[in-house]
């Protein structure tokens, strides 16, 4: 006597956490759209802080550009 209950839950199971996920994903997108990323200058303190760093972990070490990867 083959069962489908079991079938009928895992397949419940995974519709509710696919919509829940594509809720997740289209509020996470909306947020971004509302709150975009600020362009963050590298001001005298960051390069000052990093300059620093580096003159410690590597001496006579100099700092001419501090850029982000993305």
Do not use: H, W
């Not at 956490?17 to 809720?23: E, N, S």
């Amino acid at each position: 006597m083959p069962s489908t209950e079991l079938f009928t839950i895992c397949t419940s199971a995974f519709l509710s956490v696919f919509t829940l996920l594509a809720i997740l994903a289209i509020a996470m997108r909306l947020i971004i759209v509302i709150f975009p990323a600020k362009n963050i200058v590298s001001d005298a303190a960051v390069v000052a802080a990093v300059t620093t760093v580096m003159q410690g972990l590597y001496p006579g070490t100099k700092v001419t550009k501090v850029e982000e990867i993305k």
